[in-house]
């Protein structure tokens, strides 16, 4: 909240200053210079306060964000004393002041330089390398260039008779191109506690990047004036920025993790949109008649945009494989035990309802399974021992069973085994000796060997004819009938067991 009063009041502030150089404009106090005195001061003094707050913010800024704010406020400072000797020297020299003073050149070209990497470095993040950014980055730029191009870069080259002399006199609008790609490009990614900011720069930066191209295309004509109109823009942008600072609170949090946002995901197509829209208004107002720069950057602004899809296209396409894996294994995991890797009880219980759910069928055989001795393990040689047991248990259960059975854990030092389509008794007995004798072998655990046994209950029965809580309950007196018996050993159910089962032997 106190970030957001402090924003209101310079934005209020900024206001007053835009108010009182507009008063400026229209009321023309005195004579010509003094009016481009007053104006280019006011717009001097702005850019240098941005400046000065930008350099005043890297205090509360940690690592990189703090270089970034201390070279973007160089930068800005920079860009005022330069404008201020250009602007001294069309006070002094007249109308032979107008084209910038070499000093003035050498001034902006050090913001054209450290303005770029200053921005990359505060509103970047570990995210920004990659083919997507950078087929949107220059989806943004290529067609912000077509705009500018289209509008007035395109006829302040033709004016100049073209070549690259006429091209150089553009470096500081093309920069302004690049600025501005990068910034519209880095609002996406930004933080949100920072994204206010880096729209404001933004909106900065689109200011005094209006002003360059008119600039640019009145001196060449040889109408442009200190102080007109057309300076606005530098006016503007300069306030903006400087209520664009970033308060504390925002630096902050200017490390935390962003998540995108579909209105942020079409800011690459807003300048092709725009650059489509143009070109309409081109072909009608110059009746289909247009320059070949334009065919050209239409061109690569088009091949751009399919290029773009192609990539969006393969992400869909590897985003839904990793949710198809997400979801395999989440599924997995809710159906197996994470120590053993064997199916959990909810898994065996749905396949058990499974295959005993239709009116008829083959025989159905289940094996229940209890530990005898882990107790004694798990006590003396730790948990971490009893884990590493079970896993060899699970191991040996798993090769003794037949390929098509399923092996669970039911829970604790308890397993069991559904053999499905059985045909003969004979042969759940025989996995069940398979068991006995795998088990019977013995386990080192770190050159300590153990040994467990196991109390083994086997039940039958085919679908239509029994249930799963009484297949199960009959595998459970049966295991339990072994134990009683002396342990480490078979027992296959008989109705007659009941009888034997303990009030608190649970089904």
């Not at 989806?139 to 002399?165: D, F, K, N, R, S």
């Not at 007109?228 to 600072?245: I, P």
């Not at 969006?312 to 989440?330: G, I, Y």
């Not at 013995?442 to 467990?452: A, E, F, K």
Request: proline share 5%; with cysteine; glycine share 10%.
């Amino acid at each position: 909240m106190a970030d957001g009063h402090g924003r209101a009041i310079s934005a209020s502030v900024a206001g007053a200053v835009a108010a009182g150089y507009v008063a400026i404009l229209l009321t023309r106090p005195g004579s010509p210079a003094l009016t481009t005195g007053l104006t280019g001061g006011l717009t001097r003094a702005a850019i240098l306060c941005a400046g000065v707050l930008w350099l005043r913010a890297a205090q509360w800024a940690p690592g990189r964000v703090r270089l970034a704010l201390r070279m973007l406020g160089v930068a800005i400072i920079v860009r005022a004393v330069g404008g201020t000797i250009w602007i001294g020297g069309y006070l002094v020299k007249g109308s032979a002041g107008i084209p910038i003073p070499p000093l003035s050149m050498a001034a902006f070209a050090v913001t054209m330089l450290l303005g770029p990497v200053a921005v990359a470095l505060l509103f970047g993040n570990r995210r920004i390398a990659g083919v997507r950014t950078l087929l949107d980055a220059m989806l943004i730029g290529i067609g912000l260039l077509y705009l500018a191009w289209a509008t007035v870069l395109g006829p302040t080259y033709h004016v100049q008779g073209g070549g690259i002399p006429a091209l150089s006199s553009l470096t500081y609008p093309l920069v302004n191109v690049v600025v501005m790609t990068m910034v519209l490009v880095l609002v996406r990614d930004a933080v949100p506690v920072i994204r206010t900011t880096a729209k404001l720069a933004a909106t900065g930066l689109a200011f005094s990047f209006v002003s360059d191209c008119a600039y640019a295309f009145l001196s060449v004509e040889g109408s442009y004036r200190p102080g007109s109109v057309s300076d606005t823009g530098w006016l503007l942008g300069a306030l903006v920025m400087a209520v664009a600072t970033p308060r504390r609170r925002e630096l902050a949090g200017i490390g935390a993790f962003t998540k995108p946002q579909p209105s942020r995901i079409l800011l690459p197509y807003l300048p092709f949109i725009l650059a489509l829209g143009t070109t309409v208004v081109l072909f009608v107002i110059r009746n289909g008649q247009v320059e070949p720069t334009l065919y050209a950057i239409s061109t690569v602004l088009t091949v751009l945009v399919v290029v773009r899809q192609l990539v969006t296209l393969k992400d869909n396409r590897t985003l839904t494989q990793r949710l198809e894996r997400a979801v395999e294994d989440f599924r997995h995991r809710a159906y197996h035990d994470p120590l053993t890797g064997l199916a959990n009880r909810d898994k065996f219980l749905e396949m058990m309802e499974r295959r005993l759910a239709p009116a008829a069928g083959p025989r159905l055989g289940v094996l229940y399974i209890d530990l005898d001795g882990f107790k004694p393990i798990n006590d003396t040689l730790g948990h971490a021992a009893g884990d590493r047991v079970l896993t060899v248990v699970a191991q040996r259960l798993s090769e003794a069973a037949r390929s098509d059975d399923v092996v669970a854990r039911i829970g604790g030092d308890e397993f069991a085994i559904m053999l499905a389509e059985l045909q003969y008794t004979a042969d759940a007995e025989t996995v069940a000796q398979r068991i006995q004798s795998a088990l019977g072998a013995g386990i080192d655990i770190d050159g300590v060997p153990v040994r467990v046994g196991a109390s083994i209950g086997i039940a039958y029965g085919r679908p239509g004819r029994i249930g799963l809580g009484e297949l199960l309950r009959n595998a459970d007196v049966a295991m339990y009938t072994a134990k009683l018996q002396g342990r480490r050993r078979t027992v296959a159910f008989e109705p007659h067991l009941l009888s034997r089962r303990p009030l608190g032997q649970v089904s």
